[in-house]
């Protein structure tokens, strides 16, 4: 299954929760389109995340000023007197600028097959090719949208595009035009580096690598964790992950657990054989490397630099404490024995 919420993010961060859902929701129809290569995917991405406003807007926007109208449609606006009557008046704009053609032929199809969908799909054809001529709202909804983007995408050849990896074609085959291109260019890149670095971070870190989140953001973390594999499978170390990079960690082995924490994990226990000789359950390496993992997604939350982020960040940290503590409760409370000796009275406390 494709990891679509993770692309999506690393494509357009504020790409709305919906959309994605949809797109996870339909895994199984996007793979059926044989959507499925790398480069494939991160086309289909690019494209839709260019029509779309980075996956925010699945609805035409027509709020014009006069002036805006002008700008857009110096031929149906030549001046703002002509342009005055349609500002700001979106169902009256759309019949002025659709109306009676792109197969529009009843009084008010302009704005009921107006601009909609991850496409951005207008006419009353458009959305007739489409599936959703009878129910054209269901267009503008996240599920109507992915389904309408990948009709089209099968119906006009996209895929061979796609393996062509020509960007042009395949934006003109959408839109018509160049309209759009260098976003399409940048999301595409996005798209694609995302593709080649999440699955990678995701292998890096079942190895044990330190990698860090697992985001599609080839950071310093990432880069040490590629180096670190780079060398020791005798690969030039650039902390790139190129394709013998790609191979190599195919077949890597596991880091191993330094002594010390191999020494823990025999014990199962944080404290070693005192909490071992008290028969109670302790806290585990398992445990330990769980709370660092917790830091570190704390830790990126308050990096982010927001409020939000170091108020999320602290309570990941406050509950990954307390859930050691509650570990350590759960066994009874034990301590070493020079001081349950040195201080009997400590509540819980054991020799």
């Not at 960040?313 to 859930?323: E, F, H, K, Q, S």
Request: glycine share 10%; proline share 5%; charged share 25%.
């Amino acid at each position: 299954m494709t990891d679509w919420k993770r692309i999506l993010r690393a494509v357009a961060p504020s790409a709305r929760a919906d959309v994605i859902a949809a797109f996870i929701t339909a895994d199984d129809r996007i793979a059926a389109a044989e959507i499925s290569t790398p480069l494939r995917l991160a086309h289909f991405v690019a494209q839709m995340a260019t029509e779309s406003g980075g996956f925010t807007r699945l609805e035409e926007d027509l709020f014009y000023s006069a002036e805006r109208l002008v700008a857009v449609w110096p031929k149906r606006f030549p001046t703002l007197a002509a342009a005055k009557p349609y500002a700001r008046n979106p169902k009256a704009l759309a019949e002025k600028v659709y109306g009676g053609r792109m197969g529009n032929v009843q009084p008010g199809d302009g704005w009921r097959y107006r601009g909609g969908g991850l496409m951005q799909n207008t006419g009353r054809a458009n959305y007739r090719a489409a599936g959703f001529e009878a129910d054209p709202d269901r267009l503008r909804t996240p599920v109507g949208a992915v389904a309408a983007a990948l009709t089209f995408w099968a119906d006009n050849g996209c895929n061979a595009l796609a393996d062509a990896d020509d960007v042009e074609a395949l934006r003109r085959r959408i839109n018509g035009g160049d309209n759009g291109l260098p976003e399409c260019r940048a999301y595409l890149a996005k798209a694609k580096s995302a593709l080649r670095t999440i699955p990678a971070q995701a292998k890096l870190k079942a190895l044990r690598y330190p990698v860090g989140a697992v985001d599609g953001e080839h950071g310093d973390r990432t880069t040490g964790a590629v180096q670190l594999l780079q060398k020791k499978a005798g690969l030039p170390v650039t902390g790139e992950l190129d394709d013998d990079t790609v191979a190599a960690l195919d077949g890597a082995e596991p880091l191993a657990v330094p002594a010390k924490d191999a020494n823990l994990a025999r014990s199962r226990t944080a404290t070693g054989s005192v909490v071992a000789a008290t028969g109670g359950a302790g806290v585990t390496v398992a445990d330990i490397v769980g709370l660092k993992d917790q830091i570190d997604e704390a830790n990126g939350h308050i990096q982010a630099g927001t409020v939000v982020g170091m108020i999320v960040g602290g309570l990941i940290i406050a509950g990954a404490l307390y859930a050691l503590y509650a570990r350590w409760d759960d066994a009874g409370r034990p301590v070493p024995g020079i001081l349950a000796r040195r201080f009997p009275r400590l509540t819980g406390a054991r020799a």
